[in-house]
Antibody
């Protein structure tokens, strides 16, 4: 059974940092692009970043470029999102999802709250 | 960047109704359009990929159509569990920076 489990969310002050992780199981992580998608409270879905199977390519939405870094460790079946210089507008539930073009499998999400 | 615009933003309907949700891309995306359903507090669920392909396990009352810039998601006969939010997503852009529509909230009349 494919499972994606996010962790690392929480309350952080503006300007602070947080590292999200996504533990993957039930499939071979190294075979798939992986994606982070977020959803601000009461708002729609926003694509955040994705990363190629071997980590050689990664892409970001403009609003997080230079602040967020997506990475993966295929040996540990793990996907990460390092978030620096956090802003109030980064407050959201962050989902990891399998795939680049469309996402059959999603995690349950982890809530990041940026507030003083 | 490719912008995706859904309409309507919200929709009230009754069980048994036929409903259509529209998604328009700011440029041609061929058939690289996907639809998701999201119930409150849950992760999104893929319904349709490549504009018209039904994801395995999704009821046949859901269908998708369109190509180029204009796409539709149709639910032929609404069931109680279909009252949820629906999002379109383009998967055409290179580099692969994906975008979602703003969503359509389907509510019970």
């Amino acid at each position: 059974e494919v499972q994606l489990v996010e962790s690392g969310g929480g309350l952080v002050q503006p300007g602070g940092s947080l590292r999200l992780s996504c533990a993957a199981s039930g499939f071979t992580l190294s075979s798939y692009w992986m994606t982070w998608v977020r959803q601000a409270p009461g708002k729609g879905l926003e694509w955040v970043a994705n990363i190629k199977q071997d980590g050689s390519e990664n892409y970001y939405v403009d609003s997080v470029k230079g602040r967020f870094t997506i990475s993966r460790d295929n040996a540990k079946n793990s996907l990460d999102l390092q978030m620096n210089s956090l802003r109030a507008e980064d407050t959201a539930v962050y989902y990891c999802a399998r795939g680049r073009d469309y996402h059959i499998y999603w995690g349950q999400g982890t809530l990041v709250t940026v507030s003083s | 960047d490719i912008q995706m615009t859904q309409s309507p933003s919200s929709l009230s309907a009754s069980v048994g109704d036929r409903v259509t949700i529209t998604c328009r891309a700011s440029q041609s995306i061929n058939k690289n359009l996907n639809w998701y359903q999201q119930r409150p507090g849950k992760a999104p669920k893929l319904l349709i990929y490549a504009a018209s392909s039904l994801q395995s396990g999704v009821p046949s009352r859901f269908s998708g159509s369109g190509s180029g810039t204009d796409f539709t998601l149709t639910i032929s006969s609404l069931q109680p569990e279909d009252f949820a939010a629906y999002f379109c997503q383009q998967s055409y852009s290179t580099p692969p920076e994906r975008t979602f529509g703003q969503g359509t909230k389907l509510e019970i009349k």
